[in-house]
T-cell receptor, first 115, second 112 residues
Framework: NAGVTQTPKFRVLKTGQSMTLLCAQD?????MYWYRQDPGMGLRLIHY???????AKGEVPDGYNVSRLKKQNFLLGLESAAPSQTSVYFC??????????????FGEGSRLTVL | AQSVTQLGSHVSVSEGALVLLRCNYS??????LFWYVQYPNQGLQLLLK??????LVKGINGFEAEFKKSETSFHLTKPSAHMSDAAEYFC??????????FGKGTKLSVKP
């Protein structure tokens, strides 16, 4: 049972380039999330999805787009990368919404550097 | 709106000493509170959670936390630190949008 898998794990981009991070979960979870982690900032929610075909903005959505075409996959896209998007990105999933008792299951992270 | 404040970005203890990591929350509704741990180069994993009921919550690896409504606190403790406890710890509160709001984290170092 793989849990939550993120690809790629490392990527270096030049300013203005685009890329997509893929998150896949095999736990049949409804909810999926993308967070970014920066030193001293904790984790901040970028976008999330409450089910297949749905997406919603989180705390820091600007410069990112997402899609949830299949229940098991949640894609995070950067259309024109900026140095401020250098970060470690974490995907997470949960069976229920976290407004109740849901637990987040995290991937191992994707480290992105934008030069 | 909900928020979480973790007091101390770095905490250092000796092996065998008490671990105390502080977390205060702000929430306009009864909170769901969590502690997550992150080991180097890994994702976060759940340590323990408070939803309803008993205010003293026991988690994995000997950690526990006490929900104190009057103090709006959810501090994490472990009686005796082990070298393997060295990690970053995050307190979080369930948000109104069905997400988790994380604190900025506390890095725990354990000295031999």
């Amino acid at each position: 049972n793989a849990g939550v898998t993120q690809t790629p794990k490392f990527r270096v981009l030049k300013t203005g380039q685009s890329m997509t991070l893929l998150c896949a979960q095999d736990m049949n979870h409804e909810y999926m999330y993308w967070y970014r982690q920066d030193p001293g900032m904790g984790l901040r929610l970028i976008h999330y999805s409450v089910g297949e075909g749905t997406t919603a903005k989180g705390e820091v959505p600007d410069g990112y787009n997402v899609s949830r075409l299949k229940k098991q996959n949640f894609l995070l896209g950067l259309e024109s990368a900026a140095p401020s998007q250098t970060s470690v990105y974490f995907c997470a999933s949960s069976f229920t919404g976290l407004g109740d008792t849901g637990e987040l299951f995290f991937g191992e992270g994707s480290r992105l550097t934008v030069l | 709106a909900q928020s979480v404040t973790q007091l101390g970005s770095h905490v250092s203890v000796s092996e065998g000493a008490l671990v105390l990591l502080r977390c205060n929350y702000s929430s306009s509704v009864p909170p769901y509170l969590f502690w997550y741990v992150q080991y180097p180069n890994q994702g976060l994993q759940l340590l323990l959670k408070y939803t309803t009921g008993a205010t003293l919550v026991k988690g994995i690896n000997g950690f526990e936390a006490e929900f104190k409504k009057s103090e709006t606190s959810f501090h994490l403790t472990k009686p005796s630190a082990h070298m393997s406890d060295a990690a970053e710890y995050f307190c979080a509160v369930g948000g109104s949008q069905g997400n988790l709001i994380f604190g900025k984290g506390t890095k725990l170092s354990v000295k031999p």
